[in-house]
Every structure is written in C-alpha cells, then in structure tokens.
C-alpha cells in the first residue's frame, strides 16, 4: 500500500463520501481508535463525528479515546452525543483547546485533513510510521492534562451556553443533572 492514500482516491474508486472512506477504515479497526476533534460545532471536516461503526466498535470490545474542546461540556447538541458515547463505553476528555483534527486507528493508521479549513476537507489517510508515532505522542500529552467527562458532569441546564437551548438535551441525560 501506498505511504500516502487521499480519501478523495477512495471515493473516485467506489467510497461514497469522506465519511464513508473513514467509516471503512472504522470499521476494520482492531484494537483501538484516538480522536482528536477541534470544533463543538458542525464543521466539514467529519473526523471524530460520532457514527453508528464507532458504536458498533466500542460493542466489539475496541478502545476509544475521544480529545474534545471544553467547550462540549456545555454544548447540549454534541454533550448528549458525548456522553451517549461515554456510556457506551468511550474514553472521553476535554481540554482549553484541541490542537489538531485527528483520527489514529489500530496505530497503524493516521487520518487528517489535508485542505484549508473550512472547505470540504481532502483527508489524508496516512501510513507513514513518523507521522503516527507523532500524532499519538501529540494525543498522549493533550490526554494526559485532559479533563475526564462523564456523564454526571451534564450541566445544569442554567449553565449552558444560550446558542445551545436545554431542551434538546436527550431525556436520558437529564436524570444526571
């Protein structure tokens, strides 16, 4: 295989999307995902958006450790998402800020944008040992000063941010509050 394979490659040759190319690659995952994601918001970059093959991995007994900005914490629309994934099993913290987007699958696979931001995102699924070993020390020092989050840590609703309303926190989460 190739040192360096665009996920744009993989759709011309049959992959539908971006999130389907990383969905392929999820789905044969082995041991363990990290996930570095920047934004609380929808962004066009769809690394570390939550999918039913990260469910259906964590059910697989895979490991997922998930670096998300502060932020979530009282982001409703993604903290219902995060502490859903938590229960089923995710590693999950958060930090100030997130330093890179960032996917590390099995550590034998690294997938990262390759584009401006803000665009429709080229992602670069790479197999460069380097570039592995360097993304997962990067994770491994951000996880280290991270924050766990769990699901007793919902904010109350009076503490969440006013671009996020109460209610579309998902009614399981609210016995935690």
Not at 16 to 21: E, I, L
Not at 49 to 65: A, F, S, T
Not at 92 to 107: F, H, K, S
Not at 139 to 164: C, G, Y
């Amino acid at each position: 295989m190739t040192a360096a394979l665009t996920l744009e490659t993989l759709v011309r040759s049959s992959v539908t999307s971006p999130v389907a190319g990383i969905n392929t690659l999820l789905a044969n995952a082995k041991t363990q995902v990290l996930i570095m994601r920047t934004s609380v918001v929808p962004t066009s970059c769809p690394i570390g958006w939550i999918q039913q093959v990260d469910h259906d991995n964590l059910r697989r007994g895979l490991q997922y450790r998930l670096l998300v900005p502060d932020a979530a914490r009282t982001a409703p629309r993604i903290a219902g998402q995060l502490f859903s994934f938590g229960l089923a099993g995710a590693d999950i913290r958060t930090v100030p800020a997130v330093p890179m987007d960032a996917l590390v699958i099995d550590g034998e696979v690294a997938v990262l944008p390759a584009g401006p931001a803000g665009m429709i995102p080229a992602l670069a699924t790479l197999r460069l040992p380097s570039i592995i070993t360097t993304t997962t020390e990067l994770f491994k020092r951000v996880w280290a000063d991270a924050m766990p989050l769990a699901p007793f840590d919902l904010p109350h609703s009076n503490q969440l941010s006013e671009k996020h309303p109460p209610a579309v926190v998902p009614a399981v989460f609210r016995k935690y509050r």
